[in-house]
């Protein structure tokens, strides 16, 4: 039998967990997860107690983040896959690389223009390869909607009209997290709507050109909530008997993971992952609009809110031989320990409501079936594990694989988006970092 391929990974938040999970159990004859490494020994210890309780396993090496060096010399893995917080990704992208590791990372690739361009040195140098986990890429209706595009239903692409709604569950976790502060996520423009910046660029197959933006945070934040009339005094939800009531309290003891995770590790790292999102500091945006021009003359119109009362999005793209719309309303149960939202059960699928509509230039329009799969984010985790550590991958038409130019010329929309906030002006990508 051939060499079962090594991994290590970096990070033991709740997002690990999907790639722990996969490589003790579907993928564990083709490919080994050999260390842990996290700020946190209380984070790598849930894990091991989770491999051995649920799955009978040995629990793995576990390393702090300052022995990192010290973990690829004793495991030699031959992978890196990174799950860290967004501001650190570059820490580990590169230090791996130096260390003769490809690797792997969860999106965003990075967070700003001197991370990106000390991954691109750290690639040119070592000639290391980085693929960056676009999940939404695999989501079988995202992918119908890229076969549709790519068979020419509305001919050259010319206009994209995309509106992204987070709902008061899902978006307000950005606002309890290490992600409301935009030194650590780059705000949602980067952390979150990489993922739809991503699909754009892969849907009409251009990069970006041109970008500008308008942003403010006008729901979440202790301003805004005393300007409508509400005061909330306490710093986080866990055991505040305050918070009882309050609709946007998360409570860590609600959950094993929740807990394990993060409540039992706050003595060792000082990080809160239930502060108030009514509180301070908050210095990322929560409705935000993108108009970019791509290289390929198709034009953006993007918006993003993160309290909406449902959960979901609008897409459409007009060409010069019709138009085509999708629009999805996801189902929310409840928030992972990193707060992705959990699709809902098998018997009522993904989707409250989807629909695929194409609209000829001249004809008739109609619907197109919106398939749906097993799985997080609407069937696509269990697609992309496949495509990433599957020895033999299905052959994949629709070219879903992300590599580090993709992941760049999805986040320096976002960073080019909050170079405009601030600047108040046009901005040019190739001002900023050159794709080639």
Not at 60 to 85: C, G, N, Q, S, W
Not at 222 to 227: D, I, L, S
Not at 284 to 310: F, H, K, Q
Not at 391 to 397: K, L, V
């Amino acid at each position: 039998m051939a060499l079962r391929k090594r991994y290590a990974l970096v990070g033991a938040g709740g997002r690990a967990g999907l790639y722990i999970e996969a490589l003790a159990t579907t993928y564990v004859d083709v490919a080994e997860l050999v260390a842990l490494c996290d700020l946190s020994q209380t984070r790598m210890n849930w894990y091991n107690r989770q491999l051995s309780e649920q799955l009978g396993l040995a629990p793995l090496p576990t390393y702090l983040a300052h022995d990192f060096d010290r973990m690829i010399a004793e495991t030699k893995p031959d992978t890196v896959i990174v799950t860290t917080m967004d501001c650190t990704h570059h820490e580990y992208i590169t230090r791996a690389m130096a260390l003769g590791c490809d690797a792997i990372t969860e999106k965003p690739m990075t967070t700003d223009l001197e991370k990106l361009r000390a991954i691109f040195a750290a690639i040119d140098a070592t000639g290391r390869s980085l693929r960056v986990t676009f999940n939404y890429r695999y989501a079988p209706a995202y992918t119908r909607f890229r076969e549709l595009l790519m068979t020419g239903v509305v001919g050259q692409p010319k206009l994209v009209d995309f509106s992204w709604l987070l709902d008061t569950s899902h978006g307000a976790d950005y606002f309890r997290r290490w992600h409301r502060e935009k030194e650590n996520s780059g705000g949602l423009l980067v952390h979150k709507a990489t993922h739809h910046f991503d699909l754009v660029n892969w849907w009409i197959d251009s990069y970006p050109q041109s970008v500008f933006a308008l942003g403010s945070l006008s729901f979440y934040g202790k301003a805004n909530a005393e300007a409508r009339g509400e005061h909330y005094d306490y710093i986080r939800y866990t055991g505040e008997p305050a918070a009882a009531n309050d609709p946007f309290a998360l409570q860590l003891t609600s959950q094993a993971a929740l807990k394990g995770l993060y409540l039992d590790a706050e003595a060792e790292t000082g990080y809160l992952r239930d502060r108030n999102v009514f509180g301070e500091p908050i210095t990322i945006e929560d409705t935000m609009t993108v108009t970019a021009r791509y290289r390929n003359g198709a034009l953006l119109s993007y918006c993003l809110i993160a309290y909406a009362p449902w959960e979901g999005l609008r897409i459409a793209v007009t060409g010069d031989k019709g138009r085509i719309e999708m629009d999805i309303e996801e189902s929310i149960t409840h928030l992972l320990g990193e707060g992705e939202a959990k699709d809902a059960a098998a018997s009522k699928g993904p989707f409250k409501h989807a629909r695929i509509r194409v609209h000829p230039m001249f004809g008739q329009p109609y619907d197109v079936d919106v398939p749906t799969g097993a799985g997080g984010h609407g069937g696509a985790d269990p697609v992309m594990l496949e495509q990433i550590f599957a020895p033999n991958p299905p052959p994949d038409p629709f070219h879903r694989a992300a590599s580090h130019i993709d992941g760049a010329a999805s986040v320096l929309v976002g960073i080019a988006a909050n170079e405009s906030m601030r600047s108040r002006r046009l901005v040019e990508i190739d001002e900023l970092f050159k794709l080639g």
